[in-house]
């Protein structure tokens, strides 16, 4: 029995072309190959969870009031653990009871949070090149994603002077990310002004992805969007432990700001999902506690990675900017190539996977994202394969 035919939601029928296939399958070929693969695609940390916060988790585990449901918000505990490090890190004060909700990563969050604000035909500001989730999630809640080009010459910063302003009317979210993925680029407190005035004029909310604030280099802390004056009356800002604690398997991250805007996600998470384990909560008490202590080697670690792989690149005579911030490397291909055939050419001849940026929206075409997320060693190694190719 064959069954009857299985059609697929037009929400996801017309989910955009997924640009790494032809990446993927040289990958594949190449590890058929036998060839040695660096693989500088993934943004995904390779450093352990420091071992702080696993022996907060084991001991957590054990309490069997945490094998209950949690709460939906998060405990209050872990909220007023975001409320410290909130002020400790950015000299922001918040209400942890109404200000602060717990996430099951920060792409939870972010993917819902149109459910909550965008009706069928609400535009919905995304950056381009960008993170995947912001224009999935738009379309998914009905809305109409529109780009804002990070272009060079804007030191790939949206340009809000160059949003059509019937889009800025009809737009109801804007969606940021400061540092940026993939581009590395770090808003400034005068940008965010910016942002304030620009959602004040055309009522949007502001969605601040800051996943990265805490990957930076040279002391050069970025700073929160919650910083500016006016900001928590237009929007909210997304964390997560992931990268910030080498975390990503353990889905825990947060929101923070205005508060009915906190309450809509709220309101779209309590009706499809019962929140975050609370001994993962616990844990996370504990990294954001201890988090100086922290996170400090963790950034020795990239930095040390971002001063082998950049100046190799600039050596070759690849355009290249040195990252201030995100594990990021955002890399303009030479003449005569595309994003695309520019990743062949590496993965083929050299056996580096690097990401085409046109992946991440058309405006990333003509770039390739490199990640630090690999050994220096490897990276060492990844500069003298290209030196010897000569590309
Ligand atoms: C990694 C990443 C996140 C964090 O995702 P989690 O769900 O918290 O693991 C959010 N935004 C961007 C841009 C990212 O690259």
């Known amino acids: 029995m064959s069954g009857f035919p299985i059609t697929y939601a037009e929400r996801i029928r017309t989910l955009p072309p997924y640009l790494f296939a032809a990446i993927d399958e040289l990958k594949q070929q190449a590890i058929a190959k036998g060839m040695d693969i ?7 940390p390779d450093l352990p969870t420091p071992s702080l916060i696993i022996d907060r988790l ?13 709460s939906y918000d998060g405990l209050l505990s872990f909220r007023t653990a975001v409320a410290r490090w909130y002020h400790r890190r950015f000299g922001v004060e918040v209400d942890p009871a109404t ?35 912001y224009p999935v999630g ?12 990070l272009l060079k010459q804007n030191g790939f910063l949206p340009d809000l002077q ?36 620009f959602a004040q004029a055309h009522q949007v909310i502001v969605c601040h992805d800051a996943a990265y604030s805490e990957i930076y280099y040279d002391q050069k802390q970025p700073p929160s969007f919650l910083e500016v004056p006016g900001a928590r009356e237009v929007g909210i800002e997304f964390h997560s432990l992931s990268k910030t604690f080498n975390m990503t398997g353990w889905r825990i991250g947060f929101a923070v700001g205005r508060r009915e805007i906190i309450a809509g996600l709220g309101k779209v998470k309590s009706n499809i999902d019962s929140g975050v384990f609370q001994a993962i909560q616990e844990a996370g008490i504990a990294a954001l506690d201890a988090h100086e202590q ?15 792989l950049v100046p190799g690149l600039k050596d070759l005579g690849l355009e290249v900017n040195p990252p201030d911030a995100a594990f990021y490397v955002w ?10 055939s520019f990743a062949a050419h590496l993965l083929e001849q050299a056996g580096i996977v690097a990401t085409p940026g046109n992946g991440f929206g058309e405006a990333g075409e003509g770039y390739i994202r490199m990640t630090l997320t690999t050994s220096t060693e490897r990276l060492a190694e990844a500069v003298e394969r290209l030196k010897r190719i000569g590309w």
């Open 38 to 44: 660096i693989n500088l695609g993934v943004g995904d």
């Open 58 to 70: 084991a001991q957590a585990a054990r309490d069997p009031q945490n094998h209950q449901y949690p």
């Open 99 to 133: 200000e602060v909700l717990t996430l099951i990563g920060s792409k939870e969050g972010i993917g819902h949070i149109p459910l909550a604000f965008v009706d069928p035909g609400d535009i919905v500001l995304v950056p381009s090149p960008g993170y995947p989730v």
């Open 138 to 149: 738009a379309s998914f809640a009905g809305g109409i994603p529109i780009p804002m080009p």
């Open 162 to 197: 160059a949003i059509p302003r019937d889009v800025a009317d009809r737009a109801k979210l804007m969606f940021l990310n400061s540092p940026n993925n993939p581009t590395a680029a770090v808003a400034s407190k005068e940008f965010f002004h910016q942002v304030v005035e």
């Open 294 to 308: 922290l996170t400090e080697g963790i950034r020795h670690v990239y930095q040390e990675r971002r001063d082998v």
């Open 331 to 340: 890399i303009h291909v030479p003449p005569g190539y595309t994003s695309t």
